[in-house]
């Protein structure tokens, strides 16, 4: 796509292609973000660009996700308390990588009543707020929430806590999750680290594993288990519905119990 375009440009530069058609291929764009090291001038005259017109879209087969018996091989191959807590954090509530590394000690309000904190919600929860943090760890959603979490995720936090307490470097600090085996002790994980992390865990339980396909997954299990869209939207941090879309997964087991459920009430004719 991109040697087509740059032969047309070319084409109309000595003439044997008509101009109008070479202008078609770009239109002006402003560059809200910037990208990282571009200067966008004194006064930001730089900031209007030419953007390609055409652009290549690649079909693929979808986003991938993890089942329960996925997340089950992960744990049962974790060595330390924070890695587990980590992984079933993901899984539990359904976050972004990006969320769960920029959690602060203040937003783990995992009593089953939080008022002494100033917090009215019930139950043990988290709280989401999108903050500026060092290690670049940043929440997607500029609305803040609360994400109920379960009495399980609270018993390996707990775990986490006194595995972290044996570092001194990391016993204080106010970011949950905080380098204990490498890199600089008790510093917020970053990105990396936790995609290392996920690396090696995978291989371990030789299966492929990312973050975010916890979050794919999480939200298939709360779809399968009859949640009503509106509450997943929620627990998503979604503002709107249309996003979800791309976190409904149905397997080949899901399809064949659909053919076979509505082949079963029509007494089995096509």
């Known amino acids: 796509m991109t040697r087509v375009c740059e ?10 292609v008509p101009a109008e058609v070479a202008a078609q291929l770009t239109q002006q764009k402003y560059l809200a973000y910037l990208p990282p090291g571009y200067n966008a001038g004194e006064d930001g005259q730089f900031r209007t660009v030419r953007a390609r017109e055409l652009k290549f879209v690649v079909v693929h ?3 991938d996700w993890l089942t329960f018996e996925d997340v089950e091989q992960l744990l049962a191959v974790t060595v330390h308390a924070r890695d587990r807590f980590l992984v079933a954090l993901l899984w539990c509530t359904a976050l972004r990588i990006g969320v769960a590394l920029g959690l602060r000690r203040e937003d783990m309000h995992l009593l089953s009543n939080s008022r002494s904190l100033g917090c009215r919600v019930e139950g043990p929860h988290i709280h989401v707020r999108r903050r500026l943090n060092e290690n670049g ?3 997607k959603s500029r609305e803040p929430r609360s994400v109920p979490v379960s009495e399980e995720l609270v018993a390996l936090y707990t775990e986490y806590v006194y ?15 905080v380098n204990l085996f490498r890199g600089v002790l008790g510093r917020g994980m970053t990105y990396s680290t936790a995609k290392d992390l996920f690396d090696r865990l995978a291989r371990k ?16 299990a709360w779809i399968r288990a009859g949640q009503p869209r509106d509450v997943l939207q929620k627990l998503l941090g979604h503002l709107s519905s249309s996003p979800m879309t791309p976190y409904i997964h149905a397997s080949e087991a899901d399809k064949r119990a ?3 459920k509505v082949a079963a009430r029509r007494g089995g004719l096509a």
Request: hydrophobic fraction near 50%.
């Open 205 to 220: 339980a030789e299966l492929t594993a990312r973050p975010h396909m916890l979050r794919h997954g999480a939200a298939t």
């Open 61 to 63: 087969d979808g986003i």
């Open 137 to 139: 760890a940043l929440a």
């Open 163 to 177: 595995e972290r307490e044996q570092t001194p470097e990391a016993a204080v600090g106010d970011m949950v999750f």
């Open 7 to 16: 032969l047309l440009r070319f084409g109309a530069r000595y003439g044997w």
């Open 258 to 260: 659909a053919v076979e």
